[in-house]
C-alpha cells in the first residue's frame, strides 16, 4: 500500500474533493486526520472511512483562517496519533463571485485568509515534524484561477495565484530536505461549489440550471466537469513515493481547458 504508515491531515474534509482525497490516502493505508469547520460532516466522513479502511481517521474541528484554531488542530492530531502529519493537503476555500467594484473589502480579506493565509498557516504548522523526520508531502489544493484570471473572480483568482506563488517558494525552500511541495489546479469540478456557481448563472441570466451547467462544460475541451476522484488521484501520486521527484508544480486537473 503506497501510504502504508502515513498520516494526512487533510484540511476541508468534509465533503468533495478533500473526502475524495481523504478516502483515496486511506484506502492506500494512511492514517487521516479530516478537518473542517462543520463537526457532523468531519466526523461522518472520519466515521466512514475508518469502517471502510480500518485505519485511524480523526475528526477536527478547525477554521483554517484563524492561526490559533489551525495551531490547537495540529496539537490535537498530535495528541491522538502521537506524531505530526507526514503528508499536509490544503483544500480548504470558498469562491465567491462577485463584480470587482462591488467586491467589498470584507469579501476580499475572506477569499485571502481562507484561501491564502490558511495554506501558509497549516504548512507552517506542519513543516517541522517533516523536517524533522526528512519526509514530508504538502499538496496545495489551488485552482485554473491561479494561473488566469475570469470576470467576476478578482478576489478568488488573486487568491489562488497568491497559493502558487507560496507553493513554489516553499519549494525550494524545502528541496534539500525530503519535502515536497506541490499544487494542483482543478477545473470545474463536480461539487457544491460548482452548484453554487451554476446558481449564481442562473441568477444573473435567466437560464435554466441545465443550461448553466452546460456553459461550465463548454468551458473545457472534454465537454464535461471533472470529478473529486480524479483530483484525488493526482493528489495521491504526489504523496506517494512515486511522486517524490515532483516539486514546485503546479498541475492542472481540467480537461485542457488550460494548457500551462
Known sequence: ????????????????????IAFAFAREGADVAVAARTEEQVRTVAIAIHNECGVQAIPVVCDVAQPDSVSAAFARVVTEAGRGPDILVNNAGIAISAAFLKTDDELWQRHLSTNLSSTFYCSRAALPAMLERGWGRVINVASIAGKTGGPYIAAYSASKHGVLGLTRSLALEVATKGVTVNAICPGYVDTEMTARGVENITARTGKSADESLEILKRL??????????EVAAVALLLASEEGRGITGQAINVDGGTVMY
Not at 1 to 20: D, N, W, Y
Not at 223 to 229: A, D, G, I, N, P
Open 1 to 20: 500500500m503506497k501510504l502504508h504508515g502515513k498520516l494526512a491531515f487533510i484540511t476541508g474534509g468534509g465533503r468533495g474533493i478533500g473526502s475524495a
Open 220 to 229: 473545457s475541451p472534454q465537454r464535461r466537469l471533472v470529478t473529486s476522484e
